[in-house]
Nanobody
Framework: QVQLVESGGGLVQAGGSLRLSCAAS????????MAWFRQAPGKNREFVAG???????YYGNLVKGRFAISRDNAKSTMELRMNSLKPEDTAVYYC?????????????????WGQGTQVTVSA
């Protein structure tokens, strides 16, 4: 069992930056992949970024070049640094994890989810 807790959401103006954090209850050496998804009202949950245990990273096309994902296995934490934020980045951001291999961009493959943190970008 893995519990995930997100923090760091909030309100920011367009062009600004935010940093999201996810803390895992299990030593993250044992977690194969950690990822961020987001969901805006009326839309499907969307892949944002993911990182494997060996620090291979993946990004959604809409955030590539603006967001950066990292993880610290010793501290069992993951971060998402978001730069050049746009109003269309507004959503609830969820931390996700799975102990085994997944199709990294597919939310249904993940076994563990955080409660979500709101990110609002004003124009």
């Amino acid at each position: 069992q893995v519990q995930l807790v997100e923090s760091g959401g909030g309100l920011v103006q367009a062009g600004g930056s935010l940093r999201l954090s996810c803390a895992a209850s299990k030593r993250s050496f044992g977690i194969y992949v950690m990822a961020w998804f987001r969901q805006a009202p009326g839309k499907n949950r969307e892949f944002v970024a993911g990182i494997t245990r060996s620090n291979v990273t993946y990004y959604g096309n809409l955030v590539k070049g603006r967001f950066a994902i990292s993880r610290d296995n010793a501290k069992s934490t993951m971060e998402l640094r978001m730069n050049s934020l746009k109003p269309e980045d507004t959503a609830v951001y969820y931390c996700a994890a799975n102990l085994d291999y997944v199709q990294i961009r597919v939310p249904g493959d993940y076994g563990y989810w955080g409660q979500g943190t709101q990110v609002t970008v004003s124009a």
